[in-house]
């Protein structure tokens, strides 16, 4: 993950208030529902309690706080957030939620609030490891309906065996038996599997593939966009931003040191 400690503000970003009127904006509401994953440690994940913990649910809860709104969670896997945005089951969408040209078809996004890349966790006892051209003719898991292992072939040219698992921790039990030799997908997500996992698996820190993530919001909210966006840089302005990094990745292999100023998405 490179932290953006110091983020770009854009020509329109002025807060609540400006532009269109605040009809059908997520301004007009006092509590906002937002989703969150419940299945990536270090990010979202909820608790036996029903509660919800990790990284996204603390920049929704500063979000919701900075704006003078209240907040309460509901869960939101991968497949499940575009269709809860649209059907208006909530209002923000902070679940790794990675900004493409597609999505933006159909929702629009506030941020990026973190940048972060693709990589590779492996065993601990693997140093064989060290960037992505060593996976020539290795086994790689990735999860289902992602393109993660795919991208490594298309963009380094490597010669991989890729094998499905439906979910994290099957391609984390095909990791720890040895039936494959890596998982890729993006770093914040490894990260926190580490961070759960403890000794037994190392963060190769390859960094590629960049994926900007950001919070969705449906289309025709800028009032409720730009509002976000103001949000977010406070949080990096005030320090929040990189207190929350080194809570929930300290440890893990991620460098939080790196910074990077990103440029925000337009509020349409």
């Known amino acids: 993950m490179r932290l953006l400690a110091t983020v770009l503000l854009l020509g329109g970003l002025m807060g609540a208030g400006c532009g269109a009127s605040e009809e059908g904006s997520i301004l007009r509401e006092r509590?906002?529902?937002?989703?969150?994953?419940?299945?990536?440690?270090?990010?979202?994940?909820?608790?036996?309690?029903?509660t919800f913990e990790g990284f996204d649910v603390d920049v929704a809860r500063y979000v919701a706080g900075r704006l003078g709104r209240k907040v309460t969670f509901v869960q939101a896997l991968a497949a499940d957030r575009i269709p809860k945005l649209l059907s208006g089951e909530v209002d923000l969408m902070v679940a790794t939620f990675s900004i493409t040209a597609d999505r933006k078809n159909e929702v629009a996004f506030a941020g990026p609030y973190y940048v972060s890349y693709q990589d590779l966790l492996v065993r601990s006892d693997d140093t064989a490891i060290k960037n992505v051209r060593d996976l020539s003719g290795r086994r790689i898991c990735a999860v289902r309906g992602t393109d993660a292992a795919?991208?490594?072939?298309?963009?380094?040219?490597?010669?991989?065996?890729?094998?499905?698992?439906?979910?994290?921790?099957?391609?984390?039990?095909?990791?720890?038996?040895?039936?494959?030799?890596?998982?890729?997908?993006?770093?914040?997500?490894?990260?926190?599997?580490?961070?759960?996992?403890?000794?037994?698996?190392?963060?190769?820190?390859?960094?590629?593939?960049?994926?900007?993530?950001?919070?969705?919001?449906?289309?025709?909210?800028?009032?409720?966009?730009?509002?976000?966006?103001?949000?977010?840089?406070?949080?990096?302005?005030?320090?929040?931003?990189?207190?929350?990094?080194?809570?929930?990745?300290?440890?893990?292999?991620?460098?939080?040191?790196?910074?990077?100023?990103?440029?925000?998405?337009?509020?349409?």
């Open 150 to 268: 795919q991208k490594v072939a298309a963009m380094r040219g490597v010669s991989v065996r890729i094998t499905h698992a439906d979910d994290y921790d099957g391609c984390m039990a095909l990791l720890r038996g040895r039936q494959v030799d890596a998982l890729t997908t993006n770093d914040v997500i490894l990260a926190g599997l580490v961070r759960r996992e403890g000794k037994g698996v190392r963060l190769v820190s390859a960094q590629y593939a960049e994926q900007r993530t950001g919070i969705g919001l449906r289309k025709g909210d800028p009032d409720g966009c730009e509002a976000v966006n103001k949000a977010i840089t406070e949080m990096y302005q005030d320090g929040t931003a990189e207190r929350l990094v080194r809570r929930w990745f300290s440890g893990t292999g991620l460098d939080p040191s790196i910074i990077e100023v990103p440029q925000f998405e337009g509020c349409d």
């Open 31 to 50: 509590t906002w529902t937002v989703g969150v994953r419940p299945d990536l440690p270090g990010l979202g994940l909820k608790r036996a309690d029903g």
